[in-house]
């Protein structure tokens, strides 16, 4: 019994190892796409987020159609689940391009931190959709969080300055959302990959008409740079998918925040970006309050293990 118990605690460990270093390649993955967005130069972003999402439908419809040859459940699709899908697809565009806009005025690092504000977001959120209640020191925690963001947005009567941060704290915001609602999605059977092909189709009809209207030509190189932004993207999209594939949120979602870490390295190195000091500060109550909930609700998670069942 005792070397049952053994090689099932040695099995999770190496799952939460794996789980980091998935999380750590979606994180570079991330950081990455970033990175080539900011350089593939004065293009709109809705026409580069129909880059980034036209690659992620291909790679995500393949995976799924190869999937239901052997498997017709993984296109189930309940029609008490739609609404929700209908919801992650509509309020994800949004983070998406609020991401996006961030990104072409901003620090790529302070953009990238406004949208890790999402799993704050998706505490606040998960209130309403999922019924859940954080609790006061949770929600002192997302306050918490709230003020870094403040930190790193600089709020002031220059609105050309601040639209931008505030697009990328809307970013956050509609990511936050989205992933309560992939949550609520789970819990319907619906597969993740089908939520992913559906949502990638429905960003890019989505900017089809602002492309139409707006649409700047590109060069080959500029092509070729959101091409590889696309493929970063969807490193970072699967690259998450296997981490929780393979370890609780719990236990890794703390490691998110390193995609921070590689987008400023990747800025200084490519793009000469230094993030001030009121953002570092900003990062650091952020990362500070997410390390908190971690702790929190790894303990937590811990003493429901431990509880004995009556």
């Not at 979606?26 to 036209?54: E, Y």
């Not at 931008?164 to 989205?178: E, K, Q, Y």
């Not at 990747?266 to 500070?288: E, K, W």
Request: with cysteine.
């Amino acid at each position: 019994m005792d070397l049952i118990q053994y090689n099932a605690g040695m099995e999770k460990e190496i799952n939460i190892r794996r789980g980091i270093i998935f999380i750590l390649i979606s994180s570079m993955g991330f950081a990455t796409m970033g990175m080539l967005v900011r350089l593939s130069g004065d293009i709109p972003f809705t026409q580069k987020a129909f880059f980034r999402n036209s690659i992620a439908f291909i790679v995500s419809f393949s995976i799924l159609l190869a999937s239901g040859i052997k498997n017709k459940s993984v296109f189930n699709l309940p029609k008490s689940a739609i609404p929700y899908l209908f919801l992650r697809c509509a309020i994800g565009c949004l983070g998406i391009f609020g991401n996006f806009y961030a990104i072409g005025y901003m620090n790529i690092s302070d953009a990238s931190m406004l949208n890790r504000m999402a799993p704050f977001f998706a505490l606040f959120f998960s209130i309403f959709l999922l019924k859940e209640k954080p609790g006061i020191f949770v929600m002192t925690a997302i306050f918490t969080a709230f003020a870094g963001a403040l930190l790193v947005i600089k709020p002031s009567f220059d609105f050309s300055k601040t639209f931008p941060s505030l697009v990328g704290f809307l970013g956050g915001a509609g990511a936050g959302f989205a992933a309560v609602c992939i949550r609520k999605l789970k819990g319907y059977g619906v597969n993740g990959f089908l939520i992913i092909s559906v949502f990638s189709l429905f960003s890019c009809l989505l900017s089809i008409p602002f492309i139409a209207v707006n649409f700047v030509p590109m060069t080959q190189a500029q092509l070729l740079t959101l091409i590889g932004a696309g493929v970063a993207a969807a490193f970072g999209q699967f690259g998450l998918t296997g981490a929780y594939f393979n370890a609780p949120a719990s236990k890794i979602s703390i490691y998110e925040y390193s995609n921070v870490i590689f987008s400023a390295i990747l800025g200084f190195l490519f793009l000469d970006q230094i993030p001030d000091h009121l953002s570092f500060i900003g990062y650091g109550v952020i990362i500070l309050a997410a390390l908190t909930v971690f702790i929190y609700n790894h303990k937590k998670a811990q003493q429901n293990q431990e509880r004995p069942v009556p």
